[in-house]
């Protein structure tokens, strides 16, 4: 089992930047990759960023250039950091864990971003 709690949603102006996290605890070695997903109202819970257990990192292309995905050295924190934050950011976003093969997954309780002027 993987528990993970995010936190650092919130209200933001357009153009401006939050930072959430994730903080995974229980079985964090049987990781294989950490991602952000979100979901706006109405649409599919999409991918918005992934880190796998070497580092590589995969971003959706709406957020290229403007997120960064991050974790500590203990691999037990994942940071998804959100600059030039426009409307159509606005979702629940929610932190993944991918353990195991097959692949189980994990979910955070997910945190409100709302990017409003």
């Known amino acids: 089992q993987v528990q993970l709690v995010e936190s650092g949603g919130g209200l933001v102006q357009p153009g401006g930047s939050l930072r959430l996290s994730c903080a995974a605890s229980g079985r964090i070695f049987e990781i294989n990759a950490m991602g952000w997903y979100r979901q706006a109202p109405g649409k599919q819970r999409e991918l918005v960023a992934s880190?796998?257990?070497?580092?590589?990192?995969n971003y959706a292309d709406s957020v290229k250039g403007r997120f960064t995905i991050s974790r500590t050295n203990a691999k037990d924190t994942v940071y998804l950091q959100m600059n030039s934050l426009k409307p159509d950011d606005t979702a629940v976003y929610y932190c993944?864990?991918?353990?195991?093969?097959?692949?189980?997954?994990?979910w955070g309780q997910g945190t409100q971003v709302t990017v409003s002027s």
């Open positions: 880190i796998s257990r070497g580092g590589s990192t």
């Open positions: 993944n864990a991918a353990v195991g093969n097959p692949r189980l997954d994990f």
